[in-house]
């Protein structure tokens, strides 16, 4: 954080963690248009760097090598909170990209969580936990998650949020040369698939109590799945590929994360992994670890933070 002049604070910079979706299970088409899932969600240590500062009478700018200026999620986040608030922040955003563009490891979700956390710092705005999360789920589906970093169960369209406690964990993210569309890869899924409430719902079940009784990496990495995955598979042979050369190196459990092109393998130590990311040279890969939560999100029953 970087004091002005007069006092206040001119500069404020946030990092933006990637996630992996340690488990995601895929229901029925929503009657929103979103699909019904189920996700063990983790914020890891690979981050890009925001950084967001005053611009009195220049507006807003976004400066993102991936994706500039309005169409970013974190230039949406902004107007957003403008709406809320009603009125102008002027302000720069600049993304430093670490987390790769199209790998489901939610990048841009996380860049606009971390905006919003910089403004509320570089405004010294006092926001409700509810309008947070109303904000941020404005914004998308993900974005929620990354305000409250560490491991949560998502559910609903991935808005409805649970806090759970997972051990320490150690991965290797590894991302083939591509990069993947969120909404094809889930129209995949539909193409290839028929899922309904009737046999998601259990499943959903199955994974919260088995998330729940996990004690161990080793449990954590028996519940690794991706429902996704398979149609990927399909059209893409690089990340089935990718997830192979994992396992051949060592991981106790491997999958994609997300809608991909990312995948990841667990490892039961961190000079495991460190080993495995060695080995993919010169291929993009990074050695991770999980993020500890900063503390609980005292939810409501439908999700949403609220205070109490």
Known sequence: MTPNGNGSTAKVEVAAPAKLNLALLVGPVRPDGYHEIASLMLPVTLADRVVVERSPGEGLDVVCD???GEQNLAAKLVRELEGRLERALEVRVTITKHVPHGGGLGGGSSDAAATLQALERLFDLDLSMKVRYEVALAVGSDVPFFLWPG????MGRGQVLKDVVLPGLNAVIVMPE????TAAVYKWRDEDEEATLKDFTPR????SATVQAAKTAADV???????LEASVARREPAVVAARDRLLELGAKAAAM????????????????????RAALAPARAWTVSDLQPLG???GGADGSPKQG
């Open 66 to 68: 991936v994706a500039p």
């Open 151 to 154: 491991p949560q169960l998502a």
């Open 178 to 181: 591509l990069g993947l569309s």
């Open 204 to 207: 959903v079940r199955v994974l």
């Open 221 to 227: 990495a028996a519940l690794v799945h991706n429902d």
């Open 257 to 276: 994360t997300g809608s991909g092109a990312a995948v990841f393998g667990l490892f039961a130590g961190a000079a495991e992994a460190a080993k495995a």
């Open 296 to 298: 609980p999100r005292r």
